[in-house]
């Protein structure tokens, strides 16, 4: 079993950055693959960022490419997701994954076995 806490939301201008932490508990943290999505009102979850376990393959959609970088300290039990030049747009509540398989990156939400309870993040124009 893996428990996962986010952390490191909160309310940016548009431009700035943030920096989202995902604690997880259990000692499978370095052989599951991570990701990151984000779901904001009446939408569905989105797929934000995914890496695999040892951290040598990231993956991002179009709409966060080369503006958020995703990251892991296996030895900390710990996933990162970078944003910079947030826009308005990003403004959703932050959820990070775990997958028990972790050789490649996952982009949809039914290949992730566990789920963090989400953080907030408001970007205001």
């Known amino acids: 079993q893996v428990q996962l806490v986010e952390s490191g939301g909160g309310l940016v201008q548009a431009g700035g950055s943030l920096t989202l932490s995902c604690a997880a508990s259990g000692r499978t943290f370095s052989s599951n693959a991570m990701g990151w999505f984000r779901q904001a009102p009446g939408k569905e979850r989105e797929f934000v960022a995914a890496i695999t376990r040892s951290g040598g393959r990231t993956y991002y959609p179009d709409s966060v490419k080369g503006r958020f970088t995703i990251s892991r300290d296996n030895a900390k039990n710990t996933a990162l997701l970078q944003m910079n030049n947030l826009k308005p747009e990003d403004t959703a509540v932050y959820h990070c994954?775990?997958?028990?398989?972790?050789?490649?990156?996952?982009?949809?939400?039914?290949?992730?076995?566990?789920w963090g309870q989400g953080t907030q993040v408001t970007v205001s124009s």
């Open positions: 994954a775990a997958a028990r398989l972790g050789a490649v990156v996952f982009t949809r939400v039914g290949s992730y076995d566990y």
